[in-house]
Nanobody, 114 residues
């Protein structure tokens, strides 16, 4: 069964940190780019970070560059997003996926209080 399960979200004060995890099952994980998306309230889902299959290349949206770090563990079929110096505008539901997209998971809610 193809499945992506996000975890690690929560409520945090501005300036705090969270580490999101993504567990992938039922798919070939180590041959595809791995990504994190964010959907803020009332906005479309946006790509915020992407990492190549072996982790040699990464991309970050301007809004998170320098604060977030994407990583992956191909052996465990897991991906991660370390989020530091969180801001109020980082609030939203965070989703992981591969490229090409698989079925979306439920996401994990991140709420940053100002």
């Amino acid at each position: 069964q193809v499945q992506l399960v996000e975890s690690g979200g929560g409520l945090v004060q501005a300036g705090g940190s969270l580490r999101l995890s993504c567990a992938a099952s039922g798919m070939i994980f180590d041959k595809s780019d791995f990504t994190w998306y964010r959907q803020a309230p009332g906005k479309q889902r946006e790509l915020i970070a992407r990492i190549s299959p072996v982790g040699s290349d990464s991309y970050y949206a301007d809004s998170v560059r320098g604060r977030f770090t994407i990583s992956r563990d191909n052996f465990m079929h897991r991906g991660y997003l370390q989020m530091n110096n969180l801001k109020f505008e980082d609030t939203g539901v965070y989703y992981c996926n591969l490229i090409p997209w698989r079925d979306w998971g439920q996401g994990t809610q991140v709420t940053v209080s100002s």
